[in-house]
C-alpha cells in the first residue's frame, strides 16, 4: 500500500497496484483513480463540497447534437449545446458569451472603432 499526500489528506492506494486510490474526508471514503482523488480533494478545499471522484471520472457529454461554429470577421463564434443564448467567442484574450447577434454586434463595434481609429492616426501624419 503506497501513501502520499495532497493538500493535507493522506492518499492510500488500494490493493498492490497504483491504479485504485482512496482518501477519507469528512468521515467519507473516495475511491479512484489518482487524479479523480485529488480533483475531489481540490473540490473540497475549494468549495467545502464533497465530489465522488467516480463523478468527476465520467466523460461530459455534450447535451445535444446540434454544435454549431461560425467564422465571423476572423473570429470563431461557437454554440456547443444549440440553445439560443449559449454562444461564446474569445474575443482579444477574454470570453464572451451570449447570442450569436450580440456577439458580431460586439465585434462589428469593436472593428469599427479600430478603424476610426487608424484613420485618425493615418490624419495626424
Known amino acids: 500500500m503506497a501513501l502520499a499526500s495532497y493538500r493535507g489528506c493522506t492518499l492510500k492506494s488500494v490493493g498492490t497496484s497504483d491504479q485504485v486510490w482512496k482518501v477519507v474526508i ?3 471514503e473516495l475511491k479512484g483513480s489518482l487524479a479523480a482523488v485529488k480533483k475531489s480533494i ?3 478545499c475549494d468549495t467545502s463540497q464533497i465530489v465522488d471522484p467516480s463523478e468527476i471520472a465520467k466523460p461530459q457529454v455534450s447535451r445535444s447534437g ?3 461554429q461560425e467564422l465571423f470577421h476572423g473570429f470563431n463564434i461557437k454554440n456547443d449545446t444549440g440553445e439560443a ?3 461564446y467567442c474569445v474575443f482579444n484574450s477574454k470570453l464572451i458569451k451570449g447570442s450569436k447577434v450580440a456577439i458580431q454586434k460586439h465585434i462589428e463595434a469593436y472593428l469599427v472603432a ?3 481609429a487608424l484613420q485618425a492616426q493615418q490624419a495626424k501624419k
Open 66 to 68: 446540434k454544435a454549431t
Open 114 to 116: 479600430k478603424q476610426k
Open 85 to 87: 443564448n449559449a454562444w
Open 42 to 44: 481540490d473540490w473540497w
Open 26 to 28: 469528512k468521515n467519507r
